[in-house]
């Protein structure tokens, strides 16, 4: 809950290395406290915000027991609520007065780094591995881009990916001055989706949907009717009475559905399963491993030895007593590809002898 310049340096004068500086600090008071300060500046810059200070909400803890100030909170700002005046008329429209917008300052990275914030911290908790893998691309590369041009550069593509995958729309908060207005997603308070097309046709169970964009098998789709929403898992649909796996914008598919549907409603992709298998590839593709050095000593009549080394830990292990070669010597190659076979562990065979 550090917002401003005088708990920044209490806490520099306690000794912290550094501070993560309130939701609510805008970036004028950020520039004013790292002027005035030595201590490294983190800031939020994408995700979830709370409708209450930071780390002095006490509305989970005191409606579920779950205490925000202590990270369990259950997000009871998401919840429906109605604002009702003296009177007893409803003022609010919407079901959510309380539920804000996502964070989003992909466009501000260089102003965050000019004013010399030392970390970006990115809302991970109880997201997806495609959406951290993607959020975390895309501010990566704005970082970069800023400082080899000196420009923000921002991948439009993997933008619409992001959303995709989970928005509740964006704002770029008080952090940058966003109007109160600006702030609140009354609509809903989880995914939103994407537009993906409109119901042009419904009879007895089978939908037809225009497409503006493309959709796989596997997918999962919203219509957003005015009786209420109603969800499509995408098993299997037909273009032009063809069973498909895949079809494209300006196709209209057929597909059933559990409820009616009325022509006109908007649907909107809430799961992309070719984005989500491109990502769990990439990922998959790049995972990290410890390298580990290894040594083999086989000498005839003695055990065999092997020793493996990350840099940190080193073992030595023995096996069996080596015998001479009745046929087929067996050799350095061939030790090498049965000690790599590492499997799903973490370690990577770096060099051995």
């Known amino acids: 809950h550090i917002h ?64 925000g100030n202590r990270g369990q909170c259950a997000g009871s700002c998401r919840l429906k609520y109605d604002v009702i005046d003296e009177l007893g008329n409803k003022l609010n429209k919407d079901d959510y007065p309380l539920s804000t917008k996502d964070l989003n300052t992909l466009s501000y990275v260089g102003e965050l780094i000019e004013a010399g914030v030392a970390s ?49 729309d964006y704002t770029k908060g008080f952090l940058f001055n966003a109007n109160n207005n600006d702030i609140i997603n009354g609509y809903r308070p989880n995914h939103l989706g994407v537009k993906v097309g409109t119901v042009v046709g419904y009879k007895k169970g089978i939908v037809q949907i225009k497409l503006i964009d493309s959709i796989s098998i ?88 092997l020793s493996l080394d990350d840099g940190e830990n080193k073992i030595t292990v023995f096996g069996g007593i080596v015998n001479l070669a009745i046929k087929a010597p067996i050799t350095k190659e061939d030790i090498y590809n049965k000690i790599n076979k590492l499997g799903d562990t973490v370690y990577k065979l770096d060099k051995l002898d």
Not at 13 to 23: E, H, P, Q, T
Not at 238 to 244: F, H, R, S, T
Request: proline fraction near 0%; glycine fraction near 8%.
């Open 120 to 168: 970006l911290k990115i809302e991970g908790r109880m997201k997806s591995s495609e959406y951290v893998y993607t959020v975390v691309s895309l501010y990566r590369a704005a970082i970069d881009s800023y400082y080899q041009n000196g420009i923000v550069s921002i991948n439009n593509d993997k933008l619409l990916e992001l959303k995709k995958i989970f928005n509740r």
């Open 218 to 305: 596997g997918s999962g789709l919203r219509v957003i009717d005015k009786n209420g929403d109603v969800g499509i898992n995408v098993n299997d649909f037909y273009v032009a009475n063809k069973l498909v796996k895949r079809a494209y914008k300006g196709d209209t598919i057929s597909i059933r559905v559990l409820d009616k549907v009325s022509i006109g409603s908007e649907v909107v992709i809430t799961y992309d399963k070719d984005i989500s298998n491109n990502i769990e590839k990439l990922i998959d593709d790049r995972k990290r491993r410890v390298l580990i050095k290894g040594l083999i000593v086989a000498k005839i009549g003695q055990k065999l030895e």
């Open 4 to 67: 401003n310049l005088d708990g920044t340096q209490l806490m520099e004068k306690l000794g912290a290395k550094r501070v993560v500086l309130a939701r609510e600090t805008s970036i004028e008071q950020i520039k004013h406290i790292k002027e005035n300060s030595n201590i490294e500046l983190e800031i939020f810059v994408h995700g979830a915000l709370c409708i209450s200070y930071s780390g002095q909400c006490l509305m989970s803890s005191l409606i579920g027991g779950r205490s």
